[in-house]
Structures are given as structure tokens and as C-alpha cells.
């Protein structure tokens, strides 16, 4: 066997390196270790399918599709009904194609912040030191300098070939410096913040996505010289295979959404290392299924404990997102909504190779935080988090913002027309989630709520109030505005300052909303009806001493067992201020470099 099958060859029964996850950071470790020593046999066990030039993956505009229900690019996790969220069952998806997130994300190039990494408090993982990983996976293609940039990586990161919307993009801009917060040429230098920027994109000059599978993975099955690198797709691993604390191998069985009546479980032996890279959500259940975990979860899905570890499946983070919808009056071709709502012939395009298809439609980003007077009307218990965690940290925003050409959704039903939209995600969360196996089977449900807005102070709450009201003055102030859509938005009452408007022209001598207590009682009660995933999981296996409830130490091996790894975005011990592909890529780089060097390849 080389290269890409769906089924395993019955005489395949033992590798050097088993990978338990084909996403972002596993493909770079796979390539990367296939590189040091072609002889070095690895095999990729990826839950999902082949996604070698499937076009929805490698069209930047088509990224939407993987939103919807039945996409079978992604996993959709089920959380259980959480109070603070009006007692909605929150849905976060991540990757489940090769490629993993990267394959299906929205493709913003966003980086962490210096103080991220210095952060996370652990040896050989300050900005300093990930700098060179952040430079190697990439060749960058716009404003910025080497001192964080790289350029001859893997990763091409352009603005992409599509160069018709300049208008919405100047006039976000201008409206952004009319609240309060300038341009500046690049925000991912790991210090810049409290600005806007056009946005750079996990795109090539050429237009197409550059996910893990296509820049590292691909073209070593294809080139010749990496025989010993196999990709086994549409498998899940049950758990890992341990003789005493020694991790040999796995087990893995067929998925059923795409073997349907093929259930067999197998197991495949490790000569020298297994590596767990299942995502922030995945890598947890398999870790509990193989006797990982607290004692009082393993014990209630009736597993034999191999190493009591109390943090596996705790700690979840993610950034708490809300996206909004404006009417504008930008033309057909300076939005998606044409495409997605089936009014230009998309095969017309493709057989074009049109640039529009080259397209994310999110051109301007930024990091921004609240003034020193917004910051004191936010309350006591704000402006004490603020003094404690941000206020001698300018390095630290509050909010990422990202423009949208087109309407953030399912569009059936919606009214035709041009529509720009608006995201916001708080960063830094203060509220913590958990997920847990509850049987010992790969298919067995999982306890997993993500715990939003459930922190001390209701801090989080707080933050995404403020950055509501702060993207609704940007968006006021454009030439383009035409009002708001309304069911992106909360009911405030008319009459009210904050009620919603619709106009036929831009608005003129604009001026802050004045909410009420009654404007904010509506504003907080919609946020808990509406706030969602970023599909920024994270942090449940996370790198920190075994006494503080880590997972892995320094080197990404998992405590109290040998021969196991973990290379995933489950190992930071916090959050990032940034769309988390990047922070995936790097800690892929990360660990290829430990791995090279443990099993003595460097």
C-alpha cells in the first residue's frame, strides 16, 4: 500500500508511526516526518473522506457549502442544552475530511499575538520559539516584514486573485477610522493591534484554498519519493492499544456515514510512536475510550483505567461568535449572494476558472479593544478583569471583527438582493466547557456542553454586548449601508435609538446609539439566543504541568504513558486572539521537530 486507500490491505499490521487524525497539524507531522526519512512508514487514519480537488474544498467561494447539515466535509458536534444559552443544544463543527479544518474553513490568514504564546507558560513555546515554525509552513505573499513572515513554506498566503470589490473594502475601512480605529498594512506581525487591515487569506496568488492536504500531503504521495507514507480515509480510531503504559498501536473501524454495513474493528501496531491528532473534540473521547482520562468518566463508561489524568476533556475553549447582516447597495459581482442563491451558473465559472472563485469574500479583519471610558461604563466587575488581564497588555484585543460581501447563511427563502455582513468574536474567554465519552465505542454519545457565558461576573457577556454595538457603528457609517437585516439582529423596540433601520441612501451626521436598560435587556437576551461557534475548539488536552491539570508536557507526550503523542489545537493551555488555522499549522511544525528529534531523524 502507498498513498490513499479507504481500505486497509490485510498484510499492512504493523507501521513505525501511526497518525490518529488526517487534520491540519497531523498532515504537516505525516509530510514532515516522511521527509526526514522516507524509510520511516507512517500511516494516517483519517475519519473522513479523499479531499484531492474536490471543488468545494479548493474553490475558496464555495467555503459556505460546509456550513449546511449535510455537508459531508464536516462533523457536527451535538452539545447538550445549556442554560445560559436559552437552553439550546449548541452545534460546533470542526473537520472531517482530509485536510481537516483547513480544508473547510473560512480561509482568514490570522495569526496569534506575541503574547499568546509567552502566555501559555511553557518551555520552548514563547513567540520567540514558534516564530521559525510560523515562518517555515508559509510563503507569504503581502505587506509585512521576515522578521515574522516566511517565504518559501508550503503555504501560500495571498489576498487571492479577485480584485473587484475595492469599493466595500475602502469604505469599511473609512468607516472603521470614523469610530475610532486606523488601517494599518499588516496585522498578523504578532504585536500590531487595536486596527483594521485588508485581509490576507489561506489562498494562492492563483486562487486556490491551501489546506494541509494540498501543500504538504498531496504532493508527497505524489512525487515519487515518500513510498512508506500511507493515508488510510473513511476510518475512525477507537482507541489507542496500550501492553501495560506502552502505547503499540490502534484500533480503528470503518465509518459508517461512508461504509455503511462494514463495522469490523481492527487493530494496526506502532513500532515506535502513536500520535493523537482527532481535534480539540476528538482527541479527548479517544483518549478516554483508551483508558485516559478521570477516573469517574472512565469509570461510568466502564473502562479500565491505564492513566488517571483529570484534565482530558476539560479546559474547552472557543471564541463566542456572532455574525450580522446588513442590506447595501453593492453590485451583483461584489457579493457571493448571486452564487449561493443560484443566480450565476457556478459551472460557467469554473470552466472559466473566473477569479471570483479565488474569492473568500472577507476582505477586511481586525484585532480592536474598548477605551479606557468604554471600559469604565462596562461595569465594576468588567473594569476589574480589564485591569487584571488587559490593561498593561496592549499586545491584547477584546474582539476580532471580519467584513462579509454576502449574506452569512442558509439563503433559501432569503429576499433577493446585495448583502454585507459583519462577524464578531470575542477572544480570551473566561467561561470553560468539557466534553466525555459515555461508553467505551466510537459511536457511543459524548457528553459535551461548551460552557459559554458561564464564567464569574458574566465577563464574557459583557464582551460580546460591547462588540455588538461597536461593529453596528462601523457598519452605520459605511456609504453602502442600507439598514439591517432583521433577523440578524436583536427586536429593539421602535422608538427606541438602537431600533433597526431601512433607508435608500447612506445615513449622514451619525451618531452613537444611546441604548437604554431596556435596549440592553433585549440585546443580552438575543446574544443568549444567538451567539455561536467560531469552530475555534480548543484546549482539552492542554500542554501544562500534570498537577495543574495538564495533559502533555513540553514535548506533547501524555503523561503517566509512553510512546503517545498528542500534535492538535486540544494541547493549548489558552486561548489566541486569531482564527486558529494558523496556531494549527505551527504546532504541526512544532511537533514534526520533536518527533524528528526523539526518534533520532534530525
Known amino acids: 500500500m502507498a498513498g490513499i486507500v479507504n481500505h486497509l490491505p490485510c498484510g499492512l499490521n504493523e507501521v513505525d508511526v501511526i497518525i490518529a487524525g488526517g487534520g491540519t497539524a497531523g498532515l504537516v507531522v505525516a509530510a514532515r516526518l516522511s521527509d526526514a526519512d522516507p524509510n520511516l512508514s507512517i500511516l494516517v487514519i483519517e475519519r473522513g473522506q479523499n479531499n484531492f480537488n ?18 459531508k466535509t464536516t462533523l457536527f458536534y451535538q452539545g447538550g442544552k445549556e442554560g445560559e444559552l436559552a437552553d439550546r443544544e449548541l452545534v460546533v463543527p470542526a473537520g472531517g475530511v482530509l485536510g481537516g479544518g483547513s480544508s473547510i474553513n473560512l480561509l482568514t490568514y490570522s495569526r496569534a499575538q506575541r503574547e499568546d504564546f509567552d502566555e501559555w507558560g511553557v518551555p520552548g513555546w514563547t ?36 480584485e473587484a470589490v475595492s469599493t466595500s473594502e ?40 491551501q489546506d494541509s492536504a494540498h501543500t504538504y500531503l498531496h504532493p508527497r504521495l505524489q512525487d515519487g519519493n515518500h513510498p512508506n507514507l500511507h493515508i488510510l480515509t473513511e476510518h475512525l480510531v477507537v482507541r489507542v492499544v496500550f501492553e501495560g503504559k506502552k502505547a503499540v498501536g490502534v484500533e480503528f473501524q470503518p465509518n459508517p456515514l461512508f461504509q455503511e454495513g462494514r463495522n469490523t474493528v481492527r487493530t494496526v501496531r506502532a513500532r515506535k510512536q502513536v500520535i493523537l491528532s482527532a481535534g480539540a473534540l476528538g482527541t479527548p473521547l479517544v483518549l478516554e475510550r483508551s483508558g485516559i482520562g478521570h477516573p469517574k468518566y472512565l469509570t461510568r463508561a466502564g473502562i479500565k483505567p491505564v492513566a488517571p489524568l483529570q484534565g482530558v476533556g476539560e479546559n474547552y475553549l472557543d471564541h463566542h461568535l456572532l455574525t450580522h447582516p446588513y442590506k447595501s447597495s453593492l453590485l451583483p459581482n461584489e457579493t457571493v449572494d448571486a452564487i449561493y442563491g443560484g443566480r450565476i451558473d457556478l459551472g460557467e465559472l469554473m470552466q472559466t476558472n473566473a477569479p471570483i472563485l479565488g474569492w473568500n469574500a472577507a476582505d477586511v479583519t481586525a484585532k480592536v479593544r474598548p477605551t479606557e471610558e468604554e471600559v469604565a461604563a462596562l461595569g465594576p466587575s468588567f473594569q ?44 480570551y474567554p473566561y467561561s470553560r466547557g468539557h466534553i466525555h465519552i459515555t ?67 447612506p445615513l449622514t451626521d451619525v451618531k452613537d446609539i444611546v441604548y437604554t436598560a431596556e435596549d440592553d435587556a433585549v440585546l443580552e437576551q438575543w446574544i443568549r439566543q444567538n451567539v455561536g461557534t467560531t469552530w475555534h475548539s480548543m484546549g482539552t488536552a492542554k500542554m501544562a504541568p500534570r498537577d495543574e491539570n495538564g495533559v502533555v508536557d513540553a514535548t506533547l507526550s501524555v503523561y503517566g504513558v509512553q510512546n503517545l503523542k498528542i500534535a492538535d489545537l486540544s494541547i493549548p493551555p489558552g486561548n489566541v486572539a486569531a482564527n486558529t488555522a494558523n496556531t494549527a499549522f505551527a504546532i504541526g511544525e512544532k511537533a514534526a521537530d520533536i518527533l524528528i528529534e526523539e526518534l533520532g531523524l534530525a
Open 439 to 505: 461508553g467505551p465505542n466510537a459511536l457511543d454519545p459524548y457528553d459535551f456542553k461548551t460552557g459559554f457565558f458561564t464564567d464569574c461576573g458574566g465577563i464574557d457577556l459583557t464582551k460580546a454586548m460591547w462588540a455588538y454595538k461597536k461593529q453596528r457603528e462601523i457598519m452605520r457609517r459605511l456609504k453602502v449601508y442600507r439598514g439591517e437585516y432583521a433577523p440578524g439582529h436583536p427586536p429593539f423596540p421602535q422608538g427606541s435609538d438602537a431600533a433597526l433601520v431601512e433607508t435608500d441612501g
Open 54 to 71: 474536490d471543488p468545494s474544498i479548493v474553490h475558496p467561494v464555495l467555503f459556505l457549502s460546509h456550513m449546511m447539515p449535510t455537508s
Open 384 to 427: 476589574a478583569a480589564w485591569d487584571r488581564d488587559y490593561r498593561d497588555k496592549p499586545n491584547k484585543p477584546l474582539m476580532i471583527t471580519t467584513s462579509l460581501n454576502g449574506f452569512p447563511g442558509d439563503p433559501t427563502g432569503l429576499p433577493v438582493g446585495q448583502y454585507l455582513s459583519v462577524s464578531t468574536f470575542t477572544v
Open 170 to 209: 475602502d469604505d469599511f475601512l473609512q468607516a472603521a477610522a470614523q469610530v475610532g480605529w486606523p488601517e494599518v498594512p499588516d496585522l498578523q506581525d504578532l504585536d500590531t493591534n487595536n486596527a483594521f487591515s485588508r485581509n490576507m487569506r489561506f489562498i494562492s496568488p492563483d486562487g486556490k484554498r
Open 127 to 162: 513567540a520567540e520559539d514558534m516564530i521559525p515554525y510560523l515562518q517555515k509552513l508559509e510563503t507569504y505573499h503581502g505587506p509585512g516584514t521576515l522578521e515574522t513572515h516566511g517565504d518559501s513554506g508550503p503555504v501560500q498566503i495571498s489576498r487571492g486573485p479577485f
